[in-house]
């Protein structure tokens, strides 16, 4: 079945451990996204990439690093530079065009300790 | 800066009522306007919006879009207790998309 898989849907990491966030999708979608969300709180985009090696900051991008080397790939790293980590991150991907809409994955859900 | 704003973060209603979750934007360069159901984990999508007043329906769920005053409004109609979720207010600006804070309904039986 196609869709969008992220892994591991929990993780625990110490202060101070970058962490990768994986997400791959069979969709045959050229765009990705990375979003995090906190408690009482919308979606926050991270990074998203429109095409293979290319990728653009979104508006929270401080403190994590991604890759687009594949098409269907787009790891999140989270570094140790991020000051609050804790949060449900979920990636998504879309066909560009104008009737493209997101579809998601499950969701990632990180506690630093 | 781009920003979505979406209003009642919060809304309480009676099984049966029908409610109003409203969403405005200030977007450069908007190519669309999305509405997702979240219950658990990832949002599930409901409509995309391209066009002013031409209102998109699925089953009890409708909405509408106005380019020229820069909102957008999702009508729920006899509501259940399986609407009871966030709503997430979606725009998109070429291939960037930026959510809203979404509204937090929950429907009493």
């Known amino acids: 079945d196609g869709g969008i898989t992220q892994s591991p849907k929990y993780l625990f990491r110490k202060e101070g451990q970058n962490v990768t966030l994986s997400c791959e999708q069979n969709l045959n979608h050229d765009a990705m996204y990375w979003y995090r969300q906190d408690p009482g709180q919308g979606l926050r985009l991270i990074y998203y990439s429109q095409i293979v090696n290319d990728f653009q900051k979104g508006d929270i991008a401080e403190g994590y690093s991604v890759s687009r080397e594949k098409k269907e790939s787009f790891p999140l790293t989270v570094t140790s530079a991020q000051k609050n980590p804790t949060a449900f991150y979920l990636c998504?991907?879309?066909?560009?065009?104008?009737?493209?809409?997101?579809?998601f994955g499950e969701g990632s859900r990180l506690t630093v300790l | 800066e781009d920003k979505v704003v979406q209003s009642p973060l919060s809304l309480v209603v009676h099984e049966g009522d029908t409610v109003t979750l409203n969403c405005s934007y200030e977007?450069?360069?908007?190519?669309?306007l999305l509405w997702y159901k979240q219950e658990k984990k990832a949002p599930t999508f409901l409509f995309m919006l391209?066009?002013?007043?031409i209102e998109k329906k699925s089953g009890r769920l409708s909405s509408i879009l106005d380019k020229k005053e820069l909102f957008s409004i999702l009508n729920i109609t006899a509501t259940q207790t399986g609407d009871s979720a966030v709503y997430l207010c979606a725009v998109r600006r070429d291939d960037k998309i930026i959510f809203g804070k979404g509204t937090r309904l929950h429907i009493l039986p």
């Open positions: 998504a991907s879309r066909l560009r065009s104008n009737t493209g809409e997101l579809f």
């Open positions: 977007v450069t360069n908007f190519r669309s």
């Open positions: 391209t066009s002013s007043g």
